[in-house]
């Protein structure tokens, strides 16, 4: 199966930043916050820390981290796409007190030198990377011996199983025309393919140790429609 084509994603994150926020909102009725929640729960954010929000988006998590960092922290928000970078720094702004930084660039190679993250998250990104392995490889790199790490993403549940037929329902009668109606049936009908090729939990927690985590573990959440690939470097 053919692998994301990075500028296709870029275009895709790019057309849907002033909505991503409403519709997240909208299609898991608010609880894709508790889901991040637990994210922020496994890497375990203290005041001082640097901590790297990996295709941070329009920036949530990025926020809610660096409100845990202070004094003396910092945490950097990287995506590819400027449109949603553009709305993080506009909710920054609002807060200007927090110590956050945001960056355009490429989650497979950022640039940033090894080790230089306490902690990172990585949210809804795995997934769109054109090498999964890499982007696990590259988080691996940035982390210094010991720091955590918290994958979440969509699960992709064995194609048989109940999970399963629930989230083709999920995706197919509710987030498609929930889109569809802002104009963002084809950016949305992506969700199902982009799983297709999805490493599954084993797969993900084997690339996972395959490049250097010495722990990996990957938790389903919301019956299994969702999981969290909770990571220790």
């Not at 992709?156 to 995706?171: D, G, I, K, M, N």
Request: proline share 8%; glycine share 10%; with cysteine.
């Amino acid at each position: 199966m053919a692998t994301p084509n990075p500028e296709h994603v870029r275009d895709l994150f790019e057309s849907i930043a002033p909505h991503y926020d409403r519709l997240n909102d909208l299609l898991s009725l608010g609880i894709h916050r508790l889901w991040k929640r637990q994210a922020v729960a496994w890497i375990r954010p203290r005041p001082g820390q640097r901590l790297l929000d990996l295709c941070c988006g329009t920036g949530d998590l990025a926020l809610v981290l660096a409100s845990r960092v202070r004094p003396g922290g910092l945490v950097l928000g990287l995506d590819a796409a400027e449109a949603p970078l553009a709305i993080a720094r506009r909710r920054a702004a609002r807060q200007g007190w927090l110590p956050l930084q945001w960056r355009q660039g490429d989650a497979l190679a950022t640039g940033l030198a090894d080790g230089w993250a306490d902690g990172a998250v990585m949210a809804y990104g795995l997934r769109n990377l054109p090498d999964p392995a890499a982007g696990l490889a590259e988080l691996r790199r940035l982390l210094r011996p010991g720091g955590r790490a918290a994958v979440l993403d969509f699960n992709r549940p064995e194609p048989a199983s109940l999970p399963a037929a629930f989230q083709r329902f999920y995706l197919r009668r509710l987030v498609v025309p929930a889109a569809g109606a802002m104009g963002l049936t084809e950016q949305y009908a992506y969700l199902e393919g982009s799983l297709a090729r999805f490493p599954t939990a084993p797969a993900q927690e084997a690339l996972a140790r395959s490049v250097g985590f010495s722990r990996a573990r990957h938790r389903p959440l919301a019956g299994g429609l969702m999981g969290l690939l909770e990571l220790v470097a």
